[in-house]
């Protein structure tokens, strides 16, 4: 940046300045023109103002270059850093010992400013030396009886009157702005922030507002009236209005047809008025005219007040306690509104008493659908969602429907609201609604035109509290208990601006919008309702818990085109092989062997899943297939993404975590082991299942981790995009050089250094990895290999983009690449990682290995035994529809065999893996080790049995990607290592069995 380009749009930015300098630029335009001048009342002519660039001109040159900062984007500090850039050598130093000339320094500054500029430092004399002001008025060509001169000091206003210059003492900025005004002739005013000339779309009548303000204010002025247009606000017009010595502010109705009950300017006087008296911090309302025929619509008036609006929700140009301070003010007034007492103030009737959400549910689809210019499928589906999930409503309150930071008006000097702006869709209703909206900003970019956001901006870093930190803060401040359905909040909240944000554009349609920016919001609309959308789909998960019961449930099992049922009869067995188990722990339930032996809203959920497989994924597949083996595999595939918020909508996703892990049902759905075995096992039946649910490894395995072990910043930070299902992750354990099954021998190191873990290490078989939308690896290595064998490793959380990572190779599973998430090769060198991303602390490592493989790894064999009722139903399907060697496949004796041996295979790996989930349940994981290792021994050689029966069944057929059956195969053995050797778990066992049953 240029310092002078900076000082030049310093000087503008100065409200002071402007009016100076407005006075000043006249001059200089009637002197090029050679025709104007200033005539003062005792008939002679003004030429030129003369006055101090410093003392007058800047008053508070440190605030000044701060308002400049935060107006124009600008890093804190930039103008002093420039100034004192090269120290007594630099640019400014020199410039003020006259060593540096004008036009070296400031000539864009000087040209900008006046045609004349005398200074002190290169002239060698100063004021109040007379021979200063004699050398102005030569380089002016100019009489003193032509000039007047303004100064703060009374000896340079002193010398200056000696030569006959008219002076100005400026004791006071306005009183000298006013005296300079009555001398010129002419209005010298100080910029009104936020306005601009009245667009001509939003023009009023002067002549019939004069006459009716003249009346209403009882003053006979002749004078001027001067009219802005206020740019804030997308919805009323509001005007700046100055007439003698009173400065107004008019909000009125947009012209045109408007929809009904909308832009209620009656409304919003009658709530200022009442929230004055309450002591809340409101404009100061004068007046009321219904009269349309003074301005074309009804409209009030307001006293203006000046102070500061923020914008920028990122408050630049502001230390983080500042910043966090505003938000405090401001979640302060909130709860100041909230907290009006009704009938006091004397509006009980402002609004109708209860069912606020949904009633404005529906007011907001109705002027939706009034104002709809064209069908945007997301608000369809909210307007369909909402009115489903309403929330109760706890209290009453005074609620102001739009409150945000820029709606809010703040004392100059000090963190203080003077007043809380635009009432326009204030009622009586839920404050919560209140509480959502001010967080908006949140959730938005810092491009979103209409209102700027921070989704983009580390708000901790900032000062700023998050979203969720301001809800704390709201409910700390009124003693209320922690929001539930924050997310129906959000959703609502952007469903309402999509809203708003159509109407605008509709209007702009027919030039009745009061925003010059109001044609960008026809984009802004589908935009702000993928978002509410957004919040909306986070509640699926947990719609199933209230769903009432339906009829007992048949387990299916499917081939590639269609599903192929059999009755299987409900299961009546139950039992606990712990016998010291607990009362307590035993009434969890007793071991549900089958679909139809769980309760009654985990059968619907099952349902709901069974369908969803049957509606959506198997008719899938063969796209999903073509798509695997094209040239865009290693790009996520659109039908995925498109299930994936299918799944959302309908309470599919993120069934994965346990009770036991989540007892609140704060992130998943809230199932036990067994329960969610069911689920695991049908989710199994395709490849593509578990993920489009969001149950899929390893994601599963590391949000379990977050949730057990991190901390809420790395919960934050991680676990909540990871449920969203808006990032994915990788685990990388595995290393080529050593037997990594006994994860003691692990070599990566994991050193600390200046406040950060440096990483170094040679990994393998990472899956997941080479996913474009991974954004954690999971990172497990040595931090003291002096230490006991099982405190030596720690894991640590690194950010994706940390530099260091390289992947070396996608790795292939019997030529399969397993796209787009993949199995990497990868180098750590010198990775630098934040300290606090460390799990646990050092030497926790091996602890929170052993407590992620456990319950992930099940996971594995629940869908094993999906892969294997697949693969025999496919297997079935087969043999009645071919004939070799003159009679039908089903008769030839040996595929009888087959078919039977399988059966009893998947059964008795079925009853061992509910079995274990089952102890899981009731015991805890510890207690299960020994049914876990068996299932994890027994259940991917079961698979791998019977999908090789299948294929021999299917022939060549089998071998190929027509058929899920060589992929189920490839992963069936691939998991044989995965989820460790089977000699890992076959040793485990032995030594269990060895140590507990002689």
Not at 979 to 985: C, L, S
Request: aromatic letters at 8%; proline letters at 7%.
């Amino acid at each position: 940046m240029v310092l002078s380009m900076c000082i030049r749009q310093l000087f503008q930015a100065s409200h002071l300045q402007g009016a100076w300098r407005a006075a000043f630029l006249k001059h200089i335009q009637c002197r090029r023109q050679g025709a104007r001048r200033w005539t003062h009342s005792g008939g002679g002519t003004y030429r030129a103002v003369i006055f101090d660039m410093g003392g007058v001109l800047i008053p508070s040159p440190g605030r000044v270059a701060a308002e400049w900062e935060v107006q124009n984007q600008i890093p804190s500090g930039t103008i002093l850093k420039a100034l004192i850039s090269g120290g007594d050598k630099g640019p400014w130093m020199t410039f003020m010992r006259g060593e540096l000339t004008t036009e070296d320094f400031l000539q864009e500054f000087g040209r900008l400013c006046s045609e004349i500029v005398v200074e002190s430092c290169l002239e060698g004399i100063c004021k109040p030396d007379p021979r200063i002001y004699k050398l102005c008025l030569e380089r002016l060509g100019l009489q003193p009886s032509e000039s007047i001169f303004l100064d703060d000091l009374g000896l340079n206003v002193k010398a200056a009157a000696s030569l006959g210059i008219r002076t100005i003492k400026v004791d006071d900025p306005e009183t000298a702005v006013k005296e300079l005004e009555t001398l010129l002739g002419l209005t010298l005013r100080k910029v009104i922030p936020n306005t601009r000339p009245v667009r001509k779309t939003m023009e009023i009548p002067k002549d019939s507002l004069k006459k009716y303000l003249r009346d209403f204010l009882g003053t006979q002025t002749t004078g001027p009236m001067e009219l802005l247009q206020f740019e804030h606000g997308q919805s009323n017009p509001t005007y700046y209005i100055r007439l003698a010595n009173h400065q107004l502010v008019l909000r009125k109705k947009p012209p045109g047809t408007l929809l009904p009950s909308a832009h209620a300017v009656e409304r919003e006087f009658r709530i200022m008025r009442a929230l004055a008296k309450a002591g809340v911090p409101v404009p100061k309302v004068l007046g009321l005219c219904e009269d349309s025929r003074i301005v074309g619509t009804p409209f009030y008036l307001m006293e203006y007040c000046p102070g500061l609006v923020y914008k920028d929700p990122s408050l630049p140009g502001l230390e983080p306690s500042q910043r966090r301070a505003i938000y405090t003010a401001m979640n302060r007034v909130l709860c100041q509104i909230h907290s009006v007492d009704l009938k006091a103030a004397g509006l009980e009737d402002y609004g109708k008493p209860g069912d606020y959400i949904p009633r404005q549910v529906q007011t907001w689809i109705k002027q939706y659908q009034a104002s709809e210019t064209s069908t945007i499928p997301a608000m369809e589906r909210l307007i369909k969602w909402l009115p489903l999930h309403l929330p109760r409503q706890q209290k009453t309150t005074v609620v102001h429907g739009d409150f945000r930071l820029d709606n809010l008006l703040f004392h100059p000097e000090k963190t203080e609201v003077l007043a809380v702006l635009d009432w326009e869709l204030s009622t009586l209703g839920d404050p919560l609604a209140d509480v959502a909206f001010s967080c908006l900003a949140h959730y938005l970019p810092s491009s979103f035109p209409v209102l700027r956001g921070l989704s983009d901006c580390d708000v901790t870093q900032l000062g700023i509290p998050t979203a969720e930190e301001y809800s704390r803060m709201y409910c700390r401040h009124t003693g209320s208990p922690p929001i539930e359905n924050w997310n129906f909040y959000l959703a609502f909240s952007f469903f309402r601006v999509a809203a708003i944000l159509q109407g605008i554009y509709k209007r702009s349609l027919t030039g009745q919008a009061s925003s010059a920016t109001a044609e960008q919001s026809g984009k802004l609309t589908e935009f702000t309702s993928n978002l509410a959308w957004d919040f909306a789909v986070k509640e699926g998960f947990r719609l199933f818990k209230d769903m009432p019961a339906t009829k007992p449930l048949m387990r299916s099992y499917h081939t590639w085109a269609g599903p192929q049922s059999r009755l299987h009869t409900p299961g009546t067995r139950s039992y606990v092989s712990i016998p010291e188990a607990s009362p307590a722990l035993a009434s969890k339930g007793a071991l549900v062997i089958s679909p139809e032996g769980l309760s009654p809203p985990v059968r619907e959920l099952y349902q709901r899943l069974k369908q969803f497989m049957e509606r959506h994924v198997y008719p899938a597949e063969p796209e999903l297939r073509s798509h695997q083996a094209s040239s865009e595999r290693w790009t996520p595939s659109p039908l995925v993404e498109e299930l994936k918020e299918k799944a959302k909508t309908e309470g599919l996703w993120n069934l994965f975590l346990p009770l036991e892990t989540d007892p609140e049902k704060k992130y998943g759905a809230g199932l036990t082991n067994v329960e969610y075995a069911h689920l695991c096992e049908l989710m199994g039946m395709s490849l593509y299942a578990p993920e489009i649910f969001n149950c899929s490894a390893p994601d599963t395995g590391n949000m379990e981790l977050l949730v057990r072990y991190g901390t809420e910043e790395q919960k934050a930070r991680w676990l909540i995009p990871l449920l969203e299902g808006k990032a994915r992750s990788c685990f990388a354990m595995t290393e080529p050089q050593v037997a990594s099954s006994d994860a003691t021998n692990i070599e990566s190191s994991i050193r600390e250094e200046e406040g950060f873990y440096v990483i170094n290490g040679h990994k393998w078989w990472i899956s997941g990895i080479l996913d474009p939308r991974c954004q954690l690896c999971v990172f497990m290595g040595k931090t003291d290999p002096h230490a006991p064998r099982h405190q030596q490793q720690s894991v640590l959380l690194v950010p994706m983009d940390t530099p260091g990572i390289k992947i070396l190779r996608p790795l292939t599973v019997y030529g399969l690449d397993d796209a787009p998430g993949g199995h990497g090769e990868v180098l750590f060198e010198q990775v630098h990682v934040p300290k606090e991303n460390m799990i646990l602390g050092p030497g926790r490592g091996f602890e929170i290995a052993q407590g992620r493989l456990g319950p992930g790894r099940i996971h594995h064999c629940m869908r094993l035994i999906g892969y294997s009722e697949r693969a025999l139903a496919l297997m079935k399907a087969r043999v009645k529809s071919r004939v070799a060697f003159g009679k039908p496949l089903v008769e030839q004796g040996t595929l009888l065999a087959d078919i039977a041996q399988s059966r009893v295979e998947i059964e008795q790996a079925r009853l061992l893996v509910l079995k274990a989930a089952h102890l899981m349940d009731v015991a805890g994981n510890k207690a299960a080790a020994l049914d876990i290792a068996m299932i994890k021994m027994v259940a991917p050689s079961m698979a791998s049995r019977v999908i090789d029966r299948a294929i021999q069944a299917f022939g060549a057929a089998g071998l190929s990607s027509d058929h899920p059956l060589a992929q189920f195969f490839a992963w069936a053995r691939a998991l044989r290592f995965a989820d460790g050797p089977d000699e890992v778990h076959r040793a485990a066992v032995a030594k269990m069995e060895l140590k507990h049953r002689i």
